[in-house]
């Protein structure tokens, strides 16, 4: 069974910076991309970034200059370093993957692209 588990997430304040970590498990499990959703409450969950297996970023103008997403393929990991925090960026931040056999339409950064999902770990940033 392929599970994803995220954490790193906590409360900082405007400016700060945080660092969210997700490993993929799973027998034989090698997803083609990654990413990063956050949802934040009574809004859709948006995409923040993603990554392919050649280490290909997309990101959403909102995280453009601001986060980084980086994969450790030989982990099953990616990370997502959050820099200049800003309470817009408070939401819950899921990680989510994409299977070599999904049906599923390419899609880097909406979550209809993506199989699997982690819990999800809180980001709240304070003024």
């Not at 909102?62 to 309470?87: H, V």
């Not at 960026?89 to 993957?97: L, N």
Request: contains cysteine; charged residues 15%.
């Amino acid at each position: 069974q392929v599970q994803l588990e995220e954490s790193g997430g906590g409360s900082v304040q405007a400016g700060g910076s945080l660092a969210l970590s997700c490993v993929a498990s799973g027998y034989m499990y090698r997803p083609t991309r990654m990413g990063w959703f956050r949802q934040a409450p009574g809004k859709e969950r948006e995409g923040v970034a993603s990554i392919d297996r050649s280490g290909d970023p997309t990101y959403a103008n909102s995280a453009k200059g601001r986060f980084t997403i980086s994969r450790d393929n030989a982990k099953n990991t990616i990370y997502l370093s959050l820099n200049s925090l800003q309470p817009e960026d408070t939401a819950m931040y899921y990680c989510a993957s994409r299977s070599v056999t999904s049906w599923r339409p390419v899609a880097p950064l909406h979550p209809s692209g993506f199989d699997v999902w982690g819990q999800g770990t809180q980001v709240t940033v304070s003024s």
